[in-house]
């Protein structure tokens, strides 16, 4: 009954979730998994149902912490799981259900490929129990878990049961179990791309009936995600068999974006999603769309952090699940998440139409410019950086070849060089600020592609910046290094933390790629006038070359020249 959804599910219930997760993360699965194995058995074997459910609950929040572990004893753990998908309490089934589709994540892409045969089925079967939607809903949502990991090969034989069922459940009373159903269409249709070319002339008329029809508040969600699911579909079967139904769902979704809509609606982000992923379907033929889609996408992209400061000791807002809190000194900030995640959805969907419309993306590079250039700081997200990094050199590429193919409204090289001077030095600026090392090589990456694009567009002064700032990643990069070093020689080390630094190290070897990428190209751009910058940065490049070089590193350093 869906007013005892949540029963039971209370602040201390979350917390201790909250607390197992931490807890598994922080000392690792050889420390907690012995403990699990002892206490476990007799939970799930307990009379009581709750003392069930409590057991398969932990095994889904110690997943990640242990997951090297639990790898190792795939069969007992998910074993273990499956006999609870027979479970004569429902929500003893919802807890099972659960715990497969967060092993899928945690456990992947191992669990599918050795588990399938007995985890597809499970799922099928328990999508079966019209007696409680709540479990036919969660039993269709993990299907997305289970394909997010999965190779095409390992889905396509299941599909034909999957998609059945999953078609009769599009056709419940229960809007929750509907939600669930687009959910797993969606996912399946993303996983076995070309292969759900045989299911589409079924499944695309109950799409877009929901799509046309849930029109009330009550529905938003389920209309949102009919909208995911479309475009996935669409993009999974291609240009050819979506082409006509697309423009009709482009007509309805610019009918909604015509109706005022609310800040903060949840289908805004899914709208945005949905017409980036009709575009990356039609390609070119998306362009006359354009002139819709750009407005109240930039907008979003432009949106500014709701930000609160109150005193550490009030309560402000904290209470509030919408808004994530920092204690910084004696202050207290919080940030309204759902804002920054519409902002970083549409960030990541300009970078998406600027790399699939190429010089027809030319109108709107100004625009784009100035929006995502100062986001390259936006340190309120992570999601709104790393588009903003991404997109740069799509930007450099579309005005490029919009001027070398004329299409670039008479602005000629002049324009370009204009261009690329605003970009360059924002992404110089950007990578020697970047907290994060993963978006730092990804600045690098980014900034590698965007000397490529501009050339010898490039000045004197600006191959200097472009220099000084590769000598202070470097720099940084060693100095994390020796940090590691130090904390590995002390008393309290442990193989866990080892595992931890090895990663974290993988991570400065890759900032290290991207330096070699990023001097290649300069050496190929500017030959000879290049050497003596080169010859200052060898005093940087030598030390690193002996250090952390494992030879267990897939990727060997490279320096194109």
Sequence with gaps: VSEEEDAGETGSFVFAQECLDRLAIAVGG????????????SYIGAEEWKRRHAALMTISQIAEGCAKVMTKNLDQVVGMVLNSFNDPHPRVRWAAINAVGQLST?????????????????????M???ENPRVQAHAASAILNFSENCRPEILTPYLDVIVGKLLLLLQSGSQMVQEGA???????????????????DAVMPYLKAILMNATDKSSRMLRAKSMECISLVGMAVGKQKFRDDAKQVMEVLMSLQGSHMEADDPITSYMLQAWARLCKCLGQEFLPYMSVVMPPLLQSAQLKPDVSITSAGEDGESDDDGVETITLGD??????????????????????????LKEGFFPWID?????????????????????????????????????????????????????????????????????????????????????????????????????????????????????????ANAEDFDSEEDELLREENEQEDEIFDQVGDCLGTLVKTFKTYFLPFFDELSVYLTPMLGQGQDIRRKKSHHLHF
């Design 30 to 41: 050889n420390t907690i998994l012995p403990v699990a194995a002892e206490l476990l058995p």
């Design 106 to 126: 945690d456990l992947g892409p191992e669990l599918q490929n050795k588990l399938h045969h007995v985890v597809l089925p499970a799922l099928a079967s328990a």
């Design 128 to 130: 079966d129990d019209s």
């Design 182 to 200: 687009l959910t797993a269409l969606a996912s399946a249709a993303d996983s076995s791309q070309e292969h759900f070319q045989k299911y589409y």
């Design 331 to 356: 202050k207290r900030i919080g940030i309204r998440t759902s804002l920054l995640e519409e902002k970083a959805t549409a960030c990541s969907m300009l970078c998406c139409y600027a790399d699939e």
């Design 367 to 487: 625009q784009v410019a100035t929006t995502l250039v100062p986001l390259l700081k936006f340190y309120f997200h992570d999601e709104v950086r790393k588009a903003a990094v991404s997109a740069m050199p799509e930007l450099l590429r579309s005005a490029k070849l919009a001027v070398e193919k004329g299409q670039a409204q008479g602005r000629d090289n002049s324009y370009l060089k204009q261009l690329s001077d605003y970009i360059v030095p924002a992404l110089v600026e950007a990578m020697h600020k970047e907290p994060e090392t993963q978006i730092c090589a990804s600045i690098l990456e980014s900034l590698n592609e965007s000397i490529q694009m501009s050339g010898t567009l490039l000045d004197e002064g600006q191959v200097r910046y472009i220099v000084e700032g590769i000598k202070e990643v470097i720099t940084a990069s060693s100095n994390r290094r020796t940090e590691r070093t130090e904390r």
